[in-house]
């Protein structure tokens, strides 16, 4: 009993360390990636000149950020401000504690898992006001109360996405929503049959929660210097770069798991490859898919992302609940 | 109507320009590689860095007879001339402080010996203002401009290099290509 104690206790804390250090790890390769991407959809090559195609990139680029002095403005509230870029980057952190990987490798297999999901991942939006509210900067203020705006208006929609989901799995348990996707692509979520329009609003609320382009209002470069983050330099700043990573991968793994059947294979002859290749396949698509919408789209205006949000994301999301409903239903 | 709606709903705009990046993404890479592999070789009408023409003899074409720095709208060009001992007028000081030229080619156009001319050169930076102050020495030095038509207004292959004379970067003449 004991022993087996001190193993489950080794394992959790493994499993927790190895979490951390993807999400820590990823951001770094995701970046060079990204300018890679960005150059050749602008027909030129991106990064060339550290390393074998400029491989080596992000790591100047860090070893940079390292060496900025990190400045704290005047008036600023030294705690928050201090404490701002880690309250964004950890809930992402925590959301991958309840992401199955594969029908083995998890942190944790909670009964409640996309409920946690959800909740920890609208903690996030706290740092991002937190910094905004703590540089004492009209820009960074506004920053932050358009990320407070924007959470409060996409979460709604992207509940209602998962709402779907779990009716169709009957169950909010991570594991329990990939096995019902189980037996090839055709019992996929995505499936027009199944839950493609919660894919899409999940996929629309999704970029609004990583504030990534086309709804970056909350960094909108044009009108507000760099939004939230406009005091912020060095090693916080790069910190808040790295949540915005970091949200995008969870929110790809997550779209992953809820949609594209996590960690079961495409068609029933190549179920021999492990699970976890199928999960990194799948989420590297979705995050592909971030970086490629990255470079296509131009940034919404802040009335029309409010417009599409509730005249359009929440009727749709109610009405996709309700039709999951009429034929989930069992009478 | 309906279908306006749905395309407004369903972004379809957005979605027609994904499709044009994604296509994008395979094009070939227009950037010239300038200055680790490659280099830009300009056209025989191009107005680059000045240089000093002489004639078969070796002898300098200049007469100093001060045109070229009389012309020159942005007072580039500073001359002191001398008597040789065939009798002829040179130039002892011959000076262009390059950063205030505007490359505008009126004193090329002035001069009645050919003596100053454009050349090829559009590199000099450097770390100290005295470096763009050429003399007459320079002057002499800088490559003029390429009059192979096979050659001009191609990208040629080139090497970066930063060795004790300074940084340039120089053709290996490998290959060459007309960037359209
Ligand atoms: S460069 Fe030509 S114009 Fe100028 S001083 Fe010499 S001969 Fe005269
Ligand atoms: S190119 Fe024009 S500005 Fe330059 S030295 Fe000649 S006359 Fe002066």
Redesign the pocket.
Known sequence: MEALLASDIFWVVFKSFLAVAIIFGLPLPFTWLERKIAGHIQVRPGPMRVGFHGVLQPIADGLKLFLKEDIIPTGADKFLFKAAPFMALIPYIAIFVAIPMSDEAYVSNMDIGVLYVLAIGGLSIYGIIMGGWASNSKYALLGGLRAAAQMISYEVAMGFAVIGVIMMAQSLNMQDIVLAQQGGFLNWNIMPHKQLIAFFIFMVAGFAEANRIPFDIPEGEGELGAGFHTEYSGMRFALFALAEYAAMISISALAAVLFLGGWTSPVGFLDFVPGIVWFVLKTLFMVYLFMWTRFTWPRYRYDQLMTLGWKFLIPLGVANVLITGLFVIDF | MLKDFLKTVFLWDLVQGMRLTFRYQFKKVVTMHYPDKEKWVPYDRFRGLHY?AVDEEGEL?????????RICPAGV?T?EAYEDDKGVRR?SV?EMDLHRCAYCGL?VE????D??NHGAGYEFAGFDRADAVMSLEKLLKNKPNETDPEKMGTVASARFIRDKDGIRVEEDGKKRYRWW
């Open positions: 000093q074409k200049c007469v100093a007879c001060e045109l070229c720095a060009i001359i130039p011959y004193c002035v001069c009645p010996e003596a100053i």
